[in-house]
């Protein structure tokens, strides 16, 4: 029971996720940063809301943060946005670079006969009726 678990832990994928998940972590306070003191003085100087999460909304008593919402929403645009330009282009470049080509099968071939293009199981060309090994 104990092997299994450690196989479990030491395989390869687990150990990439849990780094995947530290470093997501580190990336999002660094996001929340970025969006807290660089993005929102920059839009407060626009709409003249030194903060987003000071939007709320009164309905019958209840308190809706839709400002909160919308630094979240900012955050996960930004977050998304580096990840695909930054990670994601990269690597689907350099996997295209060094993917092997793919080249179809043939599926006709010429006629010994006249040249003309015919199936490859073809017994006799359709064009000159010629038998073909």
Avoid at 36 to 57: E, G, R, T
Avoid at 76 to 104: E, M, Q, W
């Amino acid at each position: 029971m104990i092997k299994g678990f450690r196989d479990f832990i030491l395989r390869g994928n687990v150990v990439d996720l849990a780094v995947a998940v530290v470093i997501g972590v580190a990336f999002g306070a660094i996001v929340n940063a970025l969006v807290a003191d660089i993005i929102n003085p920059l839009i407060a100087a626009i709409v003249h809301k030194p903060d987003f999460s000071a939007l709320l909304l009164n309905v019958n008593g209840g308190i809706i943060k839709y400002g909160d919402f919308l630094n979240a929403l900012i955050s996960f645009l930004i977050i998304a946005a580096t990840i695909y330009f930054l990670v994601v282009l990269p690597v689907n470049a350099l996997l295209n670079k060094f993917r092997p080509k793919v080249v179809a099968a043939p599926t006709t071939k010429p006629c010994p006969e006249c040249l003309s293009d015919i199936p490859i199981a073809a017994k006799r060309c359709s064009h000159c009726a010629q038998l073909v090994a």
